[in-house]
C-alpha cells in the first residue's frame, strides 16, 4: 500500500478581543510564534480596531499566514478582557470567516481570566484601630 502525504498542519489562534483592539496571534503547536496582527494593523482609527469587519481582515491576514506554513487546523482560545463582562465584538467574527474559507476548527475555548477574591483588605489582621 501507498504511504498516503499528510500535508496537514495544525496550530493553535490566540485571540484576545477587548471592546478597545482585536488582536490575533498565531503558533505552531509548541507554543512558538508563527505570526501576529491586530487592528492596530489594518486600520488607523482607533474607534474602528474592535469593530467586527476590522476583524476580518485580521482573519484574511491570519488565512495568508496559515497557507504559507500549510496549516489547515486550528485549535482557537478566544480571551477577553479581564473583569469585563464578555469577549469583544471581533472574536467570532474572525471563527466565522476562517470557517468560511475553509480551515477546519478542532477546539474553540475561551481563557479569559476570572478574578477570585479581589486584593487583599488593608488594615491588618486584627483591622484598623481607631
Given at each position: 500500500?501507498?504511504k498516503?502525504?499528510?500535508?496537514?498542519?495544525?496550530?493553535?489562534?490566540?485571540?484576545?478581543?477587548?471592546?478597545?483592539?482585536?488582536?490575533?496571534?498565531?503558533?505552531?503547536?509548541?507554543?512558538?510564534?508563527?505570526?501576529?496582527?491586530s487592528g492596530?494593523?489594518?486600520?488607523?482609527?482607533d474607534?474602528?480596531?474592535?469593530n467586527?469587519?476590522?476583524?476580518?481582515?485580521?482573519?484574511?491576514?491570519?488565512?495568508?499566514?496559515?497557507?504559507?506554513?500549510?496549516?489547515?487546523?486550528?485549535?482557537?482560545?478566544?480571551k477577553?478582557?479581564?473583569?469585563?463582562?464578555?469577549?469583544?465584538?471581533?472574536?467570532?467574527?474572525?471563527?466565522?470567516?476562517?470557517?468560511?474559507?475553509?480551515?477546519?476548527?478542532?477546539?474553540?475555548?475561551?481563557?479569559?481570566?476570572?478574578?477570585?477574591?479581589?486584593?487583599?483588605?488593608?488594615?491588618?489582621?486584627?483591622?484598623?484601630?481607631?
Amino acid at each position: 500500500m501507498a504511504k498516503k502525504k499528510n500535508d496537514e498542519h495544525t496550530g493553535i489562534l490566540h485571540i484576545y478581543a477587548s471592546f478597545n483592539n482585536t488582536i490575533a496571534t498565531l503558533t505552531d503547536l509548541s507554543g512558538t510564534t508563527i505570526g501576529r496582527t491586530s487592528g492596530g494593523q489594518i486600520t488607523k482609527h482607533d474607534r474602528m480596531k474592535a469593530n467586527p469587519t476590522i476583524a476580518m481582515f485580521i482573519a484574511k491576514k491570519i488565512l495568508e499566514i496559515c497557507k504559507d506554513y500549510k496549516i489547515t487546523n486550528l485549535y482557537i482560545k478566544m480571551k477577553g478582557q479581564t473583569g469585563e463582562k464578555g469577549i469583544g465584538p471581533g472574536a467570532h467574527t474572525i471563527v466565522k470567516t476562517l470557517t468560511k474559507e475553509g480551515l477546519k476548527i478542532l477546539s474553540l475555548t475561551e481563557v479569559t481570566c476570572v478574578p477570585r477574591g479581589g486584593p487583599k483588605k488593608s488594615g491588618g489582621r486584627r483591622g484598623r484601630r481607631v
